[in-house]
């Protein structure tokens, strides 16, 4: 071999990312080194999950927020999720668990360092807020087991008819009032005042005005954004431990900057690659990603110039696309509405609406469905959605199979097989409806 | 005449079709696809050309009336002899190749043994090839590696034994200059080949005089005939590793979608059940795939599956329909991971049940995975076809018969014998319909 021939290693381009991505991998390390360094500044934390979060309630007594299914995510994109999912397995948890749940236990059993190689503090609370999740349940009593801590549960009434209500309302506002509050302030020691609340409140209006234009952004043609993969991004900090705070607005402000930048010169989205050449698929995707193989599975849709326009999973921390915003005027409605409208709280009919919207408006090809292998509660039904949005849209949808952080269940081939077959339908369909020429 | 090619590279074996510019069928070709994409595709293609020359003999002879249709019959006789040709070639060079292992120098010292025992074998095998394509002769495959492998093993050892020789060093020779073979492109072309093939033919049926250079004649105008390959489409499994760029390749499911469609136009629900994927497809009137599903991770209850199950039992697969055709009581089997199968097997047999009910039990499970992966698809529509090597075993159509008709009532389900090559036929015409639409063949490697 060629002595100056360059290193596999060297030539391994370097990932492009851009500007907001750098800032937003920024936001997260200081959060991480907020949450490993409790000890020393004496903060106190509460785990709570990101569908239904009650971010800025938390804020208004202190707390640090952990959200273990963020940190399975990320040791699902730093690799370690494999071995958390099999030391969860050793302690007894079977192949069909969650696996967010059974890296997080794994993650414990194996020191509890937090992606900074620090150690994370143990919660003081753990806040469910309870949003069509059940498996959430189940994770947080493992988890009382082991730190022996207050527990909060808020329930969400399930969307069974598509619509929120007046006593849904009330009874999430009661809940909020008489279990939720009074909890936070024994195990914080703060007293809650409802101002602190409002301002937050107007803040996370402000920053989910802006992920609202950015996610609509997609619209246009080429899109500037991957709402899926990039989109992933842009939702960290509004999905996790941000909504409310300034941080957040100067984030998204900049986000969005960045995306009209990019729209007034006509750019596609930024992929690990470099920007996406010329756009030849546009897709909505409803399933969360998986994590294991990111890179390679948003690989497989970049290669093919296919960009995801809308997607539910960026919905499953709020959906703010059909015009709900937090609401100072109205804070404990406003944060019961918020936890009624998450995407994993909807009805069947709800997420086929929102699918079907999203075709129409985005301008799609067509429907993907990543089914998780181990999340019943986002795949039951999966199947007979698809089949609803294609006859309602008459667009062709596909379905491939992963999972969220189980690396066992990345079948690269496979997955590979099913988009390429999918992108080259959606081709066989385009050139049998275009006239001859 | 202009011809587009269809290759797919399927897990087991690599078929290829050649289509004329009218969609008809020119020829087809076979092979195992080894380890070794590249040399499968070449070799099924070389395959598919044969078996088009014989189609252009075919049609030549039918457009000569009366004279013509009295020779038909002659065009196996002519085939049979091209495949001995073949065969002869083949191992002709098998057996330079064997000495040629010599110049090595692991074997000097017993150089002068070795030359004579294998001389001896090769001379024996060709002594019995002429009988191996006799009318009415069954090979058990048409793959060399196969049929030469088999009577070269037997011989070696009967051989090893009169000359009181290890038997393994024969083989040794064998193992290493089979691959070496199968590898290496034909040697001569086409014609050549079939120009001998015929003379022997004429010899064989005593075809003299007027008769004899007629269709001396007919045969060599057909053999000028120029096939132009234009343009040529890959799918299957093995279709990323060849040098094929982007649009020469197609994924398999729009090519059995496509293939299904020109065998049989009425098609709307295809299955297809290969050796690694099941797949159930939905087209619509012009073939195009409106929908499809197929097996996730877990290649349980495919082609595979009942490949695995024969070695189990040491039978071949083909052996393993007629078997469960005899079963009056298939056995319930639920599980049909590949790698339970040995288990399950070894337990049921130990619990007294009967091989051939085991077997149909064993059909059974997988037609029924089938069947739920086509109603995923979005269910059944007339008609259906069903596809792949598994097609081809009876007692798994048996089953789906029986579960079409109890899910989805009165349908009209279509298997072609040629099933195997649907997924290559509508590769063919996806290069023809390229080729037609303006793409042309310079892409290709």
């Known amino acids: 071999m060629n002595s100056n021939a360059p290193t596999a290693k060297a030539r391994v381009k370097e990932v492009e990312k851009d500007a907001s ?73 079977s192949e069909d668990v969650c696996t967010y749940v059974k890296s997080d236990i794994g993650m414990m059993a194996k020191g509890n360092l937090a992606p900074n190689g620090k150690k994370f503090p143990n919660p003081d609370v753990l806040l469910l807020s309870y949003t069509g999740c059940f498996t959430f349940m189940k994770w947080f009593e493992l988890l009382r087991e082991q730190f022996k801590c207050e527990t909060i549960m808020l329930h ?155 997607s539910s999973y960026t919905k499953v921390g709020g959906v703010y696309d059909f015009g709900f915003r937090h609401d100072a005027s109205r804070p404990l409605e406003s944060l019961a509405e918020y936890c009624l409208g998450v995407y994993t709280n909807r009805s069947l009919p709800m997420r086929i609406d929102m699918l079907t919207n999203y075709l129409e408006e985005y301008q799609a090809d067509g429907l993907l469905i990543n089914s998780i292998k181990s ?45 390429e077959s999918y992108f080259q339908m959606i081709e066989q369909r385009r050139a049998s409806v275009r006239p001859a020429a | 005449m202009r011809t587009y090619v269809g290759i797919d590279l399927g897990s087991t074996t690599t078929k290829a079709v050649v289509i004329d510019q009218n969609c008809q069928v020119l020829g087809r070709g076979i092979t195992n696809s080894r380890s070794n994409y590249a040399t499968a595709a070449r070799v099924a293609g070389e395959e598919a050309r044969i078996d088009g020359r014989l189609t252009l003999f075919r049609r030549a002879l039918e457009q000569n009336g009366e004279l013509g249709s009295l020779f038909i019959d002659f065009l196996s006789v002519l085939e049979r002899s091209f495949r001995l040709e073949q ?39 060709r002594a019995e090839a002429a009988a191996m394509f006799a009318p009415g002769a069954k090979r058990k495959s048409d793959f060399f590696r196969d049929i030469a492998g088999a009577r070269f093993y037997e011989h070696a050892e009967a051989v090893a034994k009169e000359v009181s020789f290890p038997y393994e060093v024969l083989l040794n020779f064998y193992d290493k200059s089979i691959i070496e073979v199968e590898n290496r492109p034909p040697s001569g072309g086409l014609s050549d080949k079939f120009r001998r093939a015929l003379g022997r033919a004429l010899a064989a049926d ?74 159930g497809i939905q087209i619509d009137d012009h073939g195009i795939v409106t929908n499809f599903q197929m097996n996730d991770r877990c290649a349980a209850g495919c082609g595979r599956y009942l490949g695995y199950i024969a070695d189990e039992m040491s039978i071949g697969l083909h052996e393993l329909g007629p078997m469960a055709m005899k079963s009056d009581r298939p056995a319930k089997i639920n599980s049909t991971c590949t790698v339970f199968a040995g288990a399950e097997l070894r337990d049921r047999l130990s619990l007294g049940e009967k091989r051939e009910d085991i077997v149909a039990g064993l059909h059974r499970a997988i037609i029924l995975r089938a069947i739920s992966i086509i109603s995923r698809a979005g269910g059944v529509t007339d008609e259906f076809t069903f596809t792949g090597g598994v097609a081809k075993n009876e007692a798994a159509v048996r089953e789906l018969r029986l579960l079409i008709r109890e899910n989805y009532g009165d349908v009209t389900i279509n298997i072609n014998p040629d099933s195997i090559y649907t997924g290559a036929l509508g590769a063919a015409e996806f290069a023809r319909r390229s080729y037609e639409g303006g793409a042309r063949t310079e892409a290709h490697a």
């Open chain 1, 21 to 93: 991505m750098q800032k937003q991998k920024e936001m997260m390390a200081g959060h991480y080194e907020r949450l490993t360094s409790a000890a020393e500044t004496g903060a106190k934390v509460c785990s709570t999950f990101v569908p239904g979060n009650l971010n800025e309630l938390i804020g208004c007594f202190d707390l640090l927020n952990n959200l273990p299914e963020v940190n399975a995510i990320q040791n699902g994109l730093r690799r370690t999720s494999g071995q958390f999912v099999l030391e969860a397995e050793k302690i007894g948890h």
């Open chain 1, 156 to 310: 969400t009434p399930y969307l069974a008819d598509g619509k929120i209500t007046r006593n849904m309302i009330e009874y999430m506002v009661k809940q909020l009032r008489d279990e939720v509050i009074p909890k936070l302030e024994r195990v914080s020691g703060v007293k809650f005042d409802i101002d602190r609340l409002r301002e937050r409140l107007g803040k996370s209006a402000q920053a989910e005005e802006d992920l609202v234009h950015v996610l609509q952004s997609a619209k246009h043609t080429p899109s500037p954004i991957d709402a899926y993969f990039g989109g992933i991004y842009y939702i960290g900090p509004i999905f996790g431990a941000f909504r409310g705070t300034d941080q957040a607005i100067d984030y998204y402000r900049f986000l969005r900057a960045e995306i009209d930048e990019r729209l007034a010169q006509g750019k596609g989205p930024v992929t690990p690659e470099g920007e996406l050449g010329r756009e030849r698929y546009r897709l909505v995707v409803e399933g969360p990603p998986n994590y294991t193989n990111f890179r390679q599975f948003w690989k497989m849709f970049y290669d093919e110039g296919a960009v995801v326009v809308a």
């Open chain 2, 206 to 279: 005593r075809i003299i005089g007027k008769e004899a250079a007629r269709l001396q004649s007919i045969i060599e105008d057909s053999l000028n005939i120029e096939l132009e390959e234009d343009y040529l489409v890959g799918t299957g499994y093995g279709r990323v590793t060849l040098p094929f760029s982007k649009e020469h390749i197609r994924s398999e499911i729009l090519c059995h979608g496509l293939g299904a469609h020109m065998m049989y136009p009425k098609t709307r629900t295809v299955l297809d059940i290969g050796g690694q994927d099941t797949k």
């Open chain 2, 87 to 125: 065969y002869l070639e083949q191992l002709a060079d098998l057996e330079q190749t064997c000495y040629g292992q010599f110049r090595g120098g692991q074997f000097a010292n017993l150089e002068a043994q070795v030359r004579s025992a294998l001389h001896e074998v090769f001379a024996r095998v």
């Open chain 1, 375 to 419: 999340c019943n509660s986002f795949s039951a039904g999966q199947l007979l959605m698809m089949r609803e949005v294609e006859r309602r849209t008459g667009k062709p949808a596909a379905f491939i199979e992963s999972d969220l952080v189980d690396p066992r269940y990345f079948s690269a081939a496979n997955i590979k097989n099913r988009l």
